[in-house]
């Protein structure tokens, strides 16, 4: 099994990162091969709306998009983590799932997710739009959602290493899903 973390946050060793590595981890438990990519060290350009890679098969962008792609095809289960800015995703992963606007995403049913979503409000709710959103982007891609880990509350860098039951909670995720065989 493949595992591949996709990490929508600017933030370097930050909440995201750390509960993105938990799901890795524990999907490494389970003895599966993982990867993780951070979306801000990538060029990721917007979607133009062009509909080159309708017409060509090719993206007319010529960014690290291409390649994300491919790793996410050849992957079985994606973490996709980002934290929340305005009740919505980063720009970065916004971007990000705006350009999954290709043909390739036919190739993407039958693939599975785990989302990971800290935010420094402190309720749920706050992330409702974007849990809303990747959970009818997916159910329209026919990706299955296996798991959604939320963590309000947590605003400061790496503050989310101080709570042992999230921690365990993510960790979970990772190797749950690759014990059942996603």
Not at 64 to 88: A, F, R
Not at 114 to 125: N, T, Y
Not at 130 to 141: A, K
Not at 143 to 163: H, Q, Y
Request: net charge negative; proline share 4%; charged share 25%.
């Amino acid at each position: 099994m493949r595992v591949l973390g996709i990490i929508g946050s600017p933030r370097v060793g930050g909440n995201t990162e750390i509960l993105v590595n938990e799901v890795l981890t524990g999907a490494e438990e389970a003895g599966a091969s993982t990867e993780k990519v951070f979306l801000n060290k990538l060029d990721i350009k917007p979607c133009q709306a062009c509909n080159s890679c309708y017409k060509t098969g090719h993206c007319a962008q010529k960014d690290d998009m291409e390649p994300l792609l491919e790793k996410m095809e050849q992957s079985d289960l994606w973490i996709l983590g980002t934290p929340i800015y305005w009740w919505g995703p980063t720009a970065q992963f916004k971007a990000f799932l705006d350009r999954w606007y290709h043909p390739k995403h036919q190739n993407f049913k039958g693939k599975h997710v785990i989302i990971v979503i800290p935010l420094g409000g402190g309720h749920e709710r706050y992330a409702r739009h974007t849990v809303g959103l990747l959970e009818d982007v997916l159910n329209y891609l026919s990706i299955e959602l296996v798991e959604t880990v939320l963590a309000p509350g947590f605003n400061r860098r790496g503050e989310v290493r101080n709570d042992t039951d999230l921690l365990i909670i993510a960790h979970n995720a990772g190797k749950d899903a690759i014990e059942n065989s996603i």
